[in-house]
């Protein structure tokens, strides 16, 4: 293994057990046991330790989730078929091993009162999908494409909470029709 | 103090504990601190310890939000009136000593993937929201009670996550518009 997929495997598993964990619940040494990397290669790539491989992972993730905001808006032909796209993707990615998981960028926010660096990452890690959303809600002519975007986050981040906790993925598919319908 | 003073105590610093710092990071010794009760009281009122308590701490916190829904609704003269009452209330909820807090059954449904009896209790009282509010929808005359309570729930849920990483209240307010407007 190259320096590169070191770097790489400590962020997934980090953002895999905060998923499971919570921020809190995860200690460097659980990290460094799922990759089975000695602790000088994690200094070596994160010498801010645990909050900046927490920062990292939550960008990582962040970036995965704007992937698919972008494939589900590109070619839709209407802003509630790539919503409704957008909900399959997510509760998709919600699915691992046959269970539900937390989305991974809620587990940063909500260790946010102790660190509020690490909350303010998450926050715009929203936004950016917000935004995302936003100029697709614009571009398939939305009257008030921001209200949409925030609101379909919003749904989305309430439908994760409520699968999770349910552990089935039918909220999603609740959001789903209620985008398809008006209220 | 009597006993059934110090049992609330107990219960009501926990839940402000998980909602600053998630389930796995908080300790039995912050929650002694915090009330000032010595350790024999907690484990005379809950003999299950952290578990224990974070379960009686999460049906108290859902029976809060309970409350906060009968009293909204009652005596709403529509579904979407008594949303945006509901609405209100859980963002002044979320308030605490100028910050945002997180929902405190949220803290113990991201513990679910190590505790999913905690889950359950999460999912239970979700569920029990749920019901009073389709229970509404259903004396408003609303066509599907069920779906609207549902995506009420899930709209409240993402708001909070939302509001809680930005710290401020704005999400509340954008799910409010959304609900008395159609989509």
Redesign the interface.
Known sequence: MDESKNRHALIRATSALF????????GLSEILAETGLPKGSLYYHFPGGKEQLAAEATRWAGRKVAELIDVSFDGAASFAAGSVALCRAIANLSREDG?I??CPV??I??????KPDL?RI??DV?NDWTSRIAAQAARLGRDDPQ?DA??L???????W??S????DVT?FE??E???L???
Chains 1, 2 share one sequence.
């Open positions: 998923r499971r964990r919570g921020y809190a619940g995860v269970r998981m937390g809620l587990s926010i909500q260790a946010g009162d102790e909350r998450g926050a929203l209200a925030e609101r986050v919003i749904g989305l981040q309430g439908a909470v409520v999770l906790a349910r552990q909220p609740t959001l029709r209620g985008m319908q008006p209220v």
